[in-house]
């Protein structure tokens, strides 16, 4: 069964520091991988997705995540965080099957970050 | 309108009551989803509806009833709700039900059972 990890759930880093949110999964198959970002009273929105090639991963908002398989990784990283950055952020995978509760996403259990001026 | 909607935003309801959810994605989206956000727990996934067609439901308690008339819309109709109902009820759309596609949320409803 496919599961995901997020080690932390809070991690609080300066302005300007270096932003590392850490997902490992669990998956019988190449996994989709996503990120997700949550404001306060808000849905979730998307910030980036791996599904096959590239296996460095550019989002928006100045985030990327590098997929490792050997290592069954999804590390989200910001070189440079900003007051605005400061919300929850959750690592999802879905099986490569279509149709299904195969194709659904699986959810970590977040990670809350803050950020300090 | 864009993306997914959400009303109400906020609900207050007794245990006693019966209330509705509604969610609308203006996304031409085919699949269609219901999430409970609980504090200090993972997004639980509740139901999918693909093309209209309920595909999925994970073990939800019957006080909690989906409907579904076509890809645009989905309800969730209350009744006899516990407080450890309360919680954020998201929606999220997504291109299909299969694997690889995004999901797209929406604002979500805050649910207080008193």
């Known amino acids: 069964a496919q599961s995901v990890t997020q080690l932390g759930s809070h991690v609080s880093v300066s302005e300007g520091a270096l932003v590392l949110l850490r997902c490992n999964y669990s998956s019988s198959v190449p996994p989709y991988l996503f990120w997700y970002v949550q404001y306060p009273n808000q849905g979730l929105q998307l910030l980036l997705k791996?599904?096959?090639?590239?296996?460095l991963v550019k989002g928006i908002n100045g985030f990327e995540a590098e997929f490792k398989k050997s290592e069954t990784s999804f590390h989200l990283t910001k070189p440079s965080a900003h007051m605005s950055d400061a919300a929850e952020y959750f690592c999802?995978?879905?099986?490569?099957?279509?149709?299904?509760?195969?194709?659904?996403?699986?959810f970590g259990k977040g990670t809350k970050l803050s950020v300090k001026p | 309108e864009t993306g997914v909607t959400q009303t109400p935003r906020h609900l207050v309801m007794g245990m006693t009551n019966k209330k509705s959810l509604k969610c609308e994605q203006h996304l031409g989206h085919n699949a269609m989803y219901w999430y409970k956000q609980s504090a200090k727990k993972p997004l639980e996934l509740m139901f999918v509806y693909n093309f209209k067609e309920q595909t999925e439901n994970n073990s939800v308690p019957s006080r909690f009833s989906p409907e579904c008339p076509n890809s645009s819309h989905l309800f969730l109709h209350l009744h006899t709700l516990q407080p450890e109902d309360s919680a954020l009820y998201l929606c999220?759309?997504?291109?299909?039900?299969?694997?690889?596609?995004?999901?797209?949320f929406g604002p979500g409803t805050r649910l207080t059972v008193t």
């Open positions: 999220a759309s997504s291109q299909s039900s299969g694997g690889g596609y995004e999901q797209y």
């Open positions: 791996y599904t096959t090639g590239a296996t």
């Open positions: 999802a995978v879905s099986d490569r099957v279509n149709g299904g509760s195969q194709g659904n996403l699986i």
